[in-house]
């Protein structure tokens, strides 16, 4: 199971479907009843654990049919069944497809249902996750699912060799790059932390967490309807840390290959890593040759984290809302208890739904992320991870062309006002 998002995260994997098995809920014979189908991205154990909690669904005048999409292309599948108006009833989508899709007039809007009190009602969900699934004009074209949480991993066994103090909640960002710095060349690691949250196409939005830790102000102020851009002095003090720790060579570069970060971390060969959640159910599998744990954001004088969520959308053109609207609430309240022990990826974005997420983790002895998924998902102060517009693209291009090289050395850092203000320009004229 994996939770980033569609379109501009690399999220991918789910595989061809025949165009007729994804026409929409079908209205069903007069004496039968309808049909919900469901399209995930997941894995096949995952789908193969999700079909059988849904058979404990129980609805005389409903059948839910889980679709066979193989893995990969999802993204690519996606899009093609939109345009061929061929959308199931639930399928799994990011959070910047939901927004997007919505605002075309693609999706059901479910704020209705959430409304008046239910066991069901948006109170009952993680806050950000509303605010992450809520457009401009106060639509919800799906509703969110899962969380993501992110943090850092460290390796235990790298500090205490190094005589460094373990981090955990409340850690600075000070301390953690003069971790780095003491860590970088030890037991093979070229470098002390690998952060491509930070250093990548997303890391302008990741310092918020800097910026807004220290009292300033975040990269951004929506990134769902964005009206500018910013870096004050705070963000722009946390870009010169960073700058200054790639320029040391105890952080990963910009362009630097984490794609195997997660591999070299369970080696011992990547002391520090910044990371989601997700990664602590892989680990349970694969078994790292250290002793590991995950960390909070470091803060300056508050904590400060990022908010992120995937979901589960519906075409507008779909048969039955009302039958599908109940699979959907099963899917995010009952479903999750089948599915996350075996697998804890992520936490349920309704609240109730956790307790087998976290009950999971406990069990595996997963104390440390338990502790930071529950920090992160109670922070007052958040930031969204990225742009979820149609133009996010283009940002992230400007991101590689001025953002980027700053962080390398190539470019002053007096250059980012002028990179704000080319997304400001964007912001502006709609991309």
């Known amino acids: 199971m994996k939770t980033k998002l569609i379109g501009v995260a690399a999220l991918a994997c789910a595989g061809l479907l025949t165009a ?4 929409g809920s079908d209205s069903g014979a007069s004496d039968g009843p309808v049909t919900v189908t469901v399209m995930t991205w997941e894995s096949t154990q995952t789908n193969a654990a999700i079909k059988k909690a849904l058979t404990e669904f129980k609805d005389d005048n409903i059948k839910v ?13 996606l899009s093609s069944l939109t345009q061929a108006k061929k959308l199931p009833d639930l399928f ?20 209705s249902k959430l409304k008046g009190g239910s066991e069901f009602g948006a109170d009952k969900f993680v806050p950000s ?39 955990k909640a409340g850690w600075t960002w000070d301390e953690m790059y003069a971790a780095a710095v003491k860590l970088t060349g030890k037991s093979g690691a070229k470098y002390g932390l690998v952060a491509d949250q930070l250093t990548g196409p997303d890391g302008p939005f990741t310092m918020s967490v800097y910026a807004l830790s220290a009292g300033g102000a975040p990269f951004t102020d929506d990134v ?8 004050d002095a705070k963000y722009t003090e946390g870009v010169q840390k960073l700058t200054d720790a790639v320029k040391n060579g105890s952080v990963a570069p910009p362009g630097y290959d984490a794609s ?16 989601g959640q997700w990664l602590a159910a892989g680990f349970q599998v694969d078994k790292p040759k250290v002793k590991y744990g995950f960390a909070p954001f470091p803060q300056v004088t508050t904590p400060a984290t990022l908010y ?26 009952k479903v999750w208890d089948a599915v996350l022990p075996a697998s804890p ?57 001025e953002y980027q090289p700053i962080l390398s050395g190539k470019k002053p850092i007096g250059n980012l006002p002028a990179y704000v203000e080319k997304i400001n320009g964007l912001i502006k004229s709609g991309g």
């Not at 007729?20 to 026409?23: F, L, Q, R, V, Y």
Request: some cysteine.
């Open 224 to 231: 769902n309807h964005p009206t500018k851009a910013e870096a």
């Open 20 to 23: 007729t098995a994804c026409s």
């Open 260 to 275: 195997n970060a997660q591999s070299l971390f369970a080696a011992g060969k990547v002391p520090m890593m910044l990371g």
């Open 308 to 333: 992120d969520s995937v979901g589960i959308c519906t075409p507008q053109y779909t048969k039955n809302q009302d039958a599908t609207f109940k699979v959907l609430e099963y899917l995010n309240t």
């Open 92 to 111: 799994w989508c990011g959070n910047d497809t939901e927004q997007q899709y919505t605002q075309q007039g693609l999706l059901v809007d479910w704020t």
């Open 129 to 167: 996750s509303i605010t992450n699934w809520t457009t401009a004009d106060g639509q919800m074209g799906g509703l969110p699912s899962l969380m993501n949480a992110y943090g850092i991993w460290y390796n235990a066994d790298a500090f205490t060799a190094a005589g460094l103090t373990i981090p």
């Open 65 to 77: 049919e889980l679709l066979d999409t193989p893995s990969g292309q999802y993204g690519d599948k």
């Open 345 to 401: 990826v992520a936490p349920p974005a309704y609240t109730p739904a956790q307790a087998s997420y976290f009950d999971a983790l406990t069990k595996a002895e997963q104390s440390t992320v338990v502790d930071t998924v529950k920090a992160d998902l109670g922070a007052e102060k958040t930031a969204g991870v990225r742009f979820t517009t149609q133009w996010a693209q283009q940002v992230g291009d400007l991101t590689t062309a």
